[in-house]
C-alpha cells in the first residue's frame, strides 16, 4: 500500500512543519479537485493519494508512525475509505457521496460548513516508558515527557498578534467555504483567500508564527499497574495536545517497554521458568526449591519419573492480573529440564554401569518397531 512517498506526494520534505504541510496540502487540493478536472483520471487517483499523504503526515502520532518505517504502520484510520474505486469515475454528478468517500469535506479544507460548530479535539499523544522488570511486576508510579501542543499564550491560541486581532475573512464571509452553481446543482469550494479558516490573520504572532500553537514537553505523572505487560497501552485521559478554539484536549497514551528478565519469561499472566532437574533427582523424585518471581523461593514436588520438559503449575505466584481487582494473580509455570553429569567420578561410574546391568535397558525398541522393517 504504501507504495509513494508521503512526502514527496505533499511535494515537502520530510522535517516539514505541520503547517507547511497544510498549505501545501491545501494548494494541491484546489489543483487537484476532481471538480476542476473533469475529465482527468489521473488527478482523481492524484486526488486520493494526497488525501491519504494528509491524513498521515497532518496526524503526528501517525506521521511519526510512518517515519519509523512500515512494518508498524498500517495506514491511515480512513485508508480503506478512501481506497480506489470508492468513487466512481466520470460520475460526480453526487459530489457529497464523492466527497464522504475521502473522508469529508472537513478534512480537506480545514473547516466546512458542517463541522464549524465544533472545535476541533486536540491529538492524542503516544509516548513510551521503559520499565524494569521489578516495576513491572510490582507497579510503579513515574513520570513521562510528553510532546505536546498548546495554545500558545501570547496570542491566546489566536495567532494574531497580541493587541490584534484576526478578521473575518471579507470574501466568504467567515463561512471559510464559497458555493459555486454548477449546471444542476450548486456545491462548496474552499476559500482561496483565507485558505478555508473563515478568518485573516493580518499581523501574525511573532512566538507562534501565526499558528496559534506551540510545541511543549510536558511532564506528566503516571501510574504503571502492577503486573504491567510489555506493550501495555495505559490512556491518560486529557493529558495529549490541546484541542483547537477551545476544542476538546487529545488524551495520553503511554505505551509499556518492559525489561526482559533473564530467567522468567512471561506469557500473558503467567511466568515461565526453566528449572535444571538432575537425572537422580528426576527418576527418583524430589522436593525442589525453585526462584519466585520478585524474590524468594517456592517448594515443588517432583514425582518419580520426571520427564525433560515436563511443566508443573505453581498457582497464585505469577503476575498481578492488570484488569482483576481482587489482587489476583496469574501462575509460575515450571518447566523441568534434565541435567546430565558431565564428568563422573570413578565410584559413581561403576554405581551406572551396575545400573545399566540391572535395568538391560532397550531405550529404543519402540523407535524402531514405528520405522518398520
Ligand atoms: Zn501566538
Ligand atoms: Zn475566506
Redesign the pocket.
Known amino acids: 500500500m504504501e507504495t509513494k512517498d508521503l512526502y514527496k506526494v505533499l511535494g515537502v520534505s520530510k522535517g516539514a512543519s505541520q503547517d507547511e504541510i497544510r498549505r501545501s496540502y491545501r494548494k494541491l487540493a484546489r489543483e487537484h479537485h476532481p471538480d476542476a478536472n473533469r475529465d482527468d483520471k489521473d488527478a482523481e487517483e492524484r486526488f486520493k493519494e494526497i488525501q491519504h499523504a494528509y491524513e498521515i503526515l497532518s496526524n503526528p502520532e501517525k506521521r511519526r508512525q510512518y517515519d519509523e518505517g512500515p512494518r508498524t504502520f498500517f495506514g491511515g484510520g480512513n485508508a480503506g475509505r478512501g481506497s480506489p474505486g470508492d468513487a466512481r469515475a466520470g460520475d460526480f454528478s453526487d459530489l457529497s457521496d464523492l466527497f464522504g468517500g475521502f473522508g469529508g469535506l472537513g478534512d480537506i479544507f480545514g473547516r466546512s460548513t458542517q463541522t464549524r460548530e465544533t472545535s476541533p479535539k486536540g491529538q492524542d499523544v503516544t509516548v513510551s516508558v521503559n520499565l524494569s522488570f521489578k516495576d513491572a511486576l510490582n507497579g510503579v508510579t513515574t513520570r513521562v515527557n510528553v510532546p505536546v501542543e498548546e495554545a500558545c499564550g501570547d496570542c491566546r491560541g489566536t495567532g494574531a498578534a497580541p493587541g490584534t486581532a484576526p478578521r473575518t475573512?471579507?470574501?466568504?464571509?467567515?463561512?471559510?467555504?464559497?458555493s459555486r452553481d454548477q449546471g444542476f446543482f450548486a456545491f462548496s469550494e474552499?476559500?482561496?483567500?483565507?485558505?478555508?479558516?473563515?478568518?485573516?490573520i493580518e499581523k501574525p504572532c511573532p512566538k507562534c508564527s501565526g499558528s496559534g500553537r506551540l510545541r511543549k514537553a510536558r511532564q506528566v505523572t503516571v501510574r504503571i499497574p502492577a503486573g504491567a505487560k510489555d506493550g501495555m497501552k495505559i490512556r491518560v485521559p486529557g493529558r495529549g495536545s490541546a484541542g483547537k478554539k477551545g476544542g476538546a484536549t487529545g488524551d495520553l497514551f503511554v505505551v509499556t517497554r518492559v525489561a526482559e528478565h533473564p530467567v522468567f519469561k512471561r506469557q500473558g499472566d503467567n511466568f515461565l521458568v526453566e528449572v535444571p532437574v538432575s537425572f537422580v533427582e528426576a527418576a527418583l523424585g524430589a522436593e525442589i526449591e525453585v526462584p519466585r518471581p520478585g524474590g524468594g523461593t517456592v517448594r515443588l514436588r517432583l514425582p518419580a519419573g520426571t520427564q525433560d520438559g515436563k511443566q508443573f503449575r505453581v498457582r497464585g505466584v505469577g503476575a498481578p492480573k492488570t484488569r482483576a481487582r481482587s489482587g489476583e494473580r496469574g501462575d509460575l509455570i515450571v518447566r523441568a529440564r534434565l541435567v546430565v553429569p558431565r564428568k563422573l567420578k570413578r565410584r559413581e561410574r561403576e554405581i551406572l554401569e551396575a545400573l545399566a546391568e540391572e535395568r538391560d535397558e532397550d531405550v529404543r525398541g519402540e523407535l524402531f518397531k514405528k520405522v518398520g522393517s
Do not use: S
Open positions: 475573512c471579507p470574501e466568504c464571509g467567515g463561512r471559510g467555504v464559497r474552499p476559500c482561496a483567500r483565507c485558505g478555508g479558516e473563515g478568518a485573516i
